[in-house]
């Protein structure tokens, strides 16, 4: 069975950065996609991020891209999300999720295995 272990979460000021990890275990020859979902409350799941596992194809959601980076490490079975310059807006909490194929990457749907999420709070 995949399984997927957010950390990194935390609380910073506007204009900082921070850094979320995604370790993933279980049937790590499996996954192929892997992408960074975010949820504020009483708000509906928002695409963040996507990569191909081998590196070659990333995705942004419109209101981080130029800020957030994905990144991934084969070696160590990680999946990274560098967020620079971070808003207020950018306050929720955030899943890691993955499979072995999808049809859209920024389809929450398509994504059968999900991290128990991090949370993430901007403050002005």
């Known amino acids: 069975q995949v399984s997927l272990i957010e950390s990194g979460g935390g609380s910073m000021q506007a204009g900082g950065s921070l850094r979320l990890s995604c370790k993933v275990s279980?049937?790590?020859?499996?996954?192929?996609?892997m992408a960074w979902f975010r949820q504020a409350p009483n708000k509906e799941r928002e695409f963040v991020a996507g990569?191909?596992?081998?590196?070659?194809?990333?995705y942004y959601g419109d209101a981080v891209k130029g800020r957030f980076t994905i990144s991934r490490d084969s070696a160590k079975n990680m999946a990274a999300l560098q967020m620079s310059s971070l808003e207020p807006e950018d306050t929720a909490i955030y899943y890691c999720?993955?499979?072995?194929?999808?049809?859209?990457?920024?389809?929450?749907?398509?994504?059968?295995?999900w991290g128990q999420g991090t949370q993430v709070t901007v403050s002005s």
């Open positions: 999720a993955a499979d072995q194929n999808i049809n859209t990457y920024t389809n929450a749907g398509d994504y059968d295995y």
């Open positions: 279980g049937g790590t020859g499996l996954i192929w996609y």
């Open positions: 990569i191909h596992w081998s590196g070659r194809r990333t």
